[in-house]
Nanobody, 122 residues
Framework: QVQLVESGGGLVQAGDSLRLSCAAS????????MGWFRQAPAKEREFVAV????????YYKDSVVGRFTISRDNAKNTVYLQMNSLKPEDTAVYYC???????????????WGQGTQVTVSS
């Protein structure tokens, strides 16, 4: 069992940066691939980024490449999402999730956080 708690969301202006954190409970954090997803109002949840167990491999949604960076600190049981050059279309609730697989589909993720709101004003 893994419990995930996101933090770091907020209201920013276009072009600003935010860093989201996701703290995980349990001693097996380092064995999980970790992903970030987001859900905007009236839209389906979508994949944003994923990182493998060691942090050496990552993959991103096309629209965030070059702006967002996913990383993890296994000693702190935490995964991060650094978001730079934010755009209004990045506005959404952001969720972190844990999976046994390195994937982009929400269905392969076993554990989810409660989400943190990111709002980007123009």
């Amino acid at each position: 069992q893994v419990q995930l708690v996101e933090s770091g969301g907020g209201l920013v202006q276009a072009g600003d940066s935010l860093r989201l954190s996701c703290a995980a409970s349990g001693r097996t954090f380092s064995s999980y691939r970790m992903g970030w997803f987001r859900q905007a109002p009236a839209k389906e949840r979508e994949f944003v980024a994923v990182i493998n167990t060691s942090g050496g491999d990552t993959y991103y949604k096309d629209s965030v490449v070059g702006r967002f960076t996913i990383s993890r600190d296994n000693a702190k049981n935490t995964v991060y999402l650094q978001m730079n050059s934010l755009k209004p279309e990045d506005t959404a609730v952001y969720y972190c999730a844990a999976s046994r697989f390195f994937g982009t589909a929400a269905r392969v993720y076993d554990y989810w956080g409660q989400g943190t709101q990111v709002t980007v004003s123009s």
